[in-house]
């Protein structure tokens, strides 16, 4: 063959060429909604997870409520404020462990997993008002009186246990520990999946707002949102080893049979014309290739099945490992 002449280097022939090989741009939208990743989220409960959280947390919120009125005979409003999830890692960037008050719980008084906190001006401002003193210190730094601490035991008590009622399906929780000044120590692992609710409450008469927040591994709650916990039980090694093979076996795999390849100049590829011939790089006793995932791993002769092009497998190349495909090549 003969390189073409420059005469023939037209711009509808390069053209041609180009959307033959697919080198035309695809088409992207001008307009492409994005939304930033957040590393801190541990991503832990899906889109329609959270919204089954939010449908739990909203009927919890409705109990909480009943119980400030039963404590204080006065009306409140309790509402779901946020759930956000974050790793424990986190925990002192999302409440100061030195401030406020904390009520743990747990399986058992050695396992704590979770703990209700709430800030101090909120918490001796309600204990104040359950010792029917009209005229409350505001001071959060103040030290907190035995009488006061009781009543706000007795509230946050309350508080929790209505909070864990929903959520201790498999897993019987309860108070593990007498209330405590800051955060407890919980035994989180740096990189474990922590979801924090908030509730925001209001008392009616006075619309004054205060929150209660409750920290807990986001496992705890999975089996309330229907999502399968990752603490359940886990199958056997071997039986893993048998479903992720049969897994393997069944994932689709991308087996191309190369004849031969040659290689031709830009010019030579634009004078190629119907009935010409090109000279492939294999002599014609030898075998196809038989390539998966870039890798010859099998070699065949070429063969016809039922009307279909077919390769007949001879040999196996070395740990499939003979040969490697080299994309800038016309096959």
């Given at each position: 063959m003969t390189a073409a002449p420059a005469s023939k280097l037209n711009r509808a022939r390069i053209q041609r060429l180009l959307q033959a090989v697919g080198s035309a741009p695809a088409d992207i939208p001008a307009d492409v909604e994005t939304t930033a990743y957040d590393w801190r989220d541990p991503h832990y409960f899906n889109e329609d997870q959270r919204n089954r959280l939010a449908a739990v947390m909203t009927q919890v919120a409705a109990v909480l409520s009943e119980r400030f009125v039963h404590f204080y005979k006065a009306e409140f409003n309790v509402t779901t404020a946020s759930i956000s999830q974050y790793y424990a890692g986190d925990l002192a960037r999302q409440?100061?462990?030195?401030?406020?008050?904390?009520?743990?719980?747990?399986?058992d008084p050695d396992q704590l997993c979770g703990f209700l906190a709430v800030g101090s001006k909120a918490a001796l401002g309600w204990a104040t008002r359950l010792l029917g003193d009209s005229e409350a210190n505001d001071d959060p730094n103040r030290a907190i009186s035995s009488l006061e601490e009781s009543l706000l035991s007795d509230l946050l008590t309350a508080l929790t246990e209505t909070f864990l009622r929903p959520i201790s399906t498999d897993?019987?929780?309860?108070?593990?520990?007498?209330?405590?000044?800051?955060?407890?120590?919980?035994?989180?692992?740096?990189?474990?999946?922590?979801?924090?609710?908030?509730?925001?409450?209001?008392?009616?008469?006075?619309?004054?707002?205060?929150?209660?927040?409750?920290?807990?591994?986001?496992?705890?709650?999975?089996?309330?949102?229907?999502?399968?916990?990752?603490?359940?039980?886990?199958?056997?090694?071997?039986?893993?080893?048998?479903?992720?093979?049969e897994h393997v076996q069944?994932?689709?795999?991308?087996?191309?049979?190369?004849?031969?390849?040659?290689?031709?100049?830009?010019?030579?590829?634009?004078?190629?014309?119907?009935?010409?011939?090109?000279?492939?790089?294999?002599?014609?006793?030898?075998?196809?290739?038989?390539?998966?995932?870039?890798?010859t791993v099998f070699y065949g002769r070429a063969a016809q099945v039922k009307g279909q092009y077919a390769v007949f497998v001879t040999d196996c190349a070395a740990d499939g490992t003979a040969k490697t495909t080299t994309a800038p090549t016309i096959n």
């Open positions: 409440i100061d462990p030195d401030r406020g008050f904390s009520l743990p719980f747990g399986p897993q019987a929780l309860q108070i593990a520990a007498n209330l405590c000044k800051g955060c407890p120590a919980v035994p989180y692992e740096v990189t474990e999946a922590i979801v924090r609710i908030v509730f925001q409450v209001q008392q009616v008469a006075t619309e004054e707002t205060a929150e209660i927040s409750f920290i807990l591994p986001c496992h705890l709650l999975a089996p309330a949102v229907g999502k399968p916990s990752l603490t359940e039980a886990q199958p056997p090694q071997d039986q893993l080893a048998r479903l992720l093979m069944q994932m689709p795999v991308t087996v191309t049979a190369r004849l031969a390849t040659t290689r031709l100049s830009f010019a030579e590829v634009l004078d190629l014309s119907a009935d010409d011939i090109l000279l492939i790089d294999k002599p014609i006793e030898q075998p196809v290739d038989v390539i998966v995932d870039g890798r």
